[in-house]
């Protein structure tokens, strides 16, 4: 990816999160959060991610944020009222945000850098079979015909087991927003 | 060209807004946004070592995968912390977490 580009997604997910934490109002926040995730989705489809780009606008920005928009307009949620912000927690939970951010900074200096190779795909398609080949022999990277690949053979079990956590879920929220009756 | 080190750098600066908001905020739903904002951080790291890391000419998906499994999770957690919430609040009638000390020792 330019490295424009990268600033320019890497500042908007960025902005986006810091307005999340700032604005008071909590629509506003979820909406700045939407801004957020679209600049993360930039950076995916800038590192050759095509299918969790979009995955991330899809069900992030568009099912989570609207899920958190309805739950907000459905409590008839205000703009916080101020209160006076106790001492203690702020100073510890800025001081763990800095001490982290120091370490990380920290880290980074130490770890050799790397720069992305050009992907290889004529060579790539030495190794992969039926359409996925024509399309690399093409010059075209089947990103989703890849990951579906992966997806249904070696992570089958995986995700069959995903499959029952999202049942489990589906049946514990009709359980949860069951208004109770003693 | 962008590096490896400037997509972990922005990514654990990510990490950390999410972090401060769930530290700081009181509104429990805000809380709720910045977790998705650390896990989203995670994703990024994880994607970046994916392209970073090119197994013949190609990323290595199995990054990619773990990404979309923590995606459906994270779509999971959200179902059920928000139907958690609204409960929450039928009882409540607040989401204020100072508010909420009835578990305080």
Redesign the interface.
């Known amino acids: ?3 424009p580009l ?1 600033w320019f997604f ?1 500042l908007l ?2 902005v986006g ?2 307005a ?2 700032i604005l008071r109002n ?1 629509v506003a ?2 909406l700045s ?1 939407v801004a ?2 679209v600049g ?1 989705a930039g ?2 489809i ?4 095509y ?2 780009g979009i ?2 606008i899809l ?2 920005a568009g ?2 944020m609207v ?2 928009l309805f ?2 307009m ?2 008839d ?1 205000k703009t ?1 009222q101020k ?1 006076a912000p106790r001492a203690v ?2 100073v ?3 001081g ?2 800095l001490a ?2 120091i370490q ?2 920290g880290v ?1 200096g130490h ?1 050799p ?5 050009p ?6 398609a ?2 992969q079979s039926g359409g996925i080949q024509d399309k690399l022999k093409e010059g075209r ?1 089947p990103d989703v015909n ?2 579906g690949d ?2 249904f053979t070696q ?1 089958n079990l ?1 995700l069959q087991i ?1 499959a029952v ?2 049942l ?3 049946v ?2 009709v359980v ?2 069951k ?1 109770q009756s003693a | 060209m962008a590096g490896l080190h400037s997509y972990l750098l922005v990514s654990g600066l990510l990490f950390a807004i999410g972090l401060a908001g769930v530290v700081l905020r009181r509104n429990i739903i805000v809380v709720f946004m910045c977790l998705e904002l650390m896990l989203s951080a995670a994703n990024l790291t994880l994607i970046a070592f994916s392209r970073f890391n090119t197994v013949d000419g190609l990323p290595d998906y199995h990054g990619q995968m773990l990404v979309f499994f923590v995606i459906t999770v994270a779509a999971a957690e959200v179902a059920v912390g928000l139907a958690i919430i609204v409960a929450l609040y039928r009882a409540r009638q607040t989401i204020h977490t100072e508010d909420l000390t009835s578990m305080r020792g």
């Not at chain 1, 800038?46 to 991610?49: C, E, I, Q, S, T």
């Open positions: 990816m330019p490295l990268f890497a997910m960025l999160g810091l999340v934490i909590p926040a979820a959060m957020s995730f993360l950076l995916f800038g590192l050759d991610a299918l969790v995955i991330q069900v992030y099912a989570i899920l958190f739950i907000i459905l409590l949620l916080e209160r927690p702020v510890g939970g800025l763990i945000v982290f951010t990380l900074i980074l770890v850098g790397r720069e992305s190779e992907l290889d795909l004529v060579a790539a030495a190794n990277l890849l990951v992966l997806m992570y995986p995903i956590l999202l489990v879920a589906t514990g929220v949860l927003s208004r």
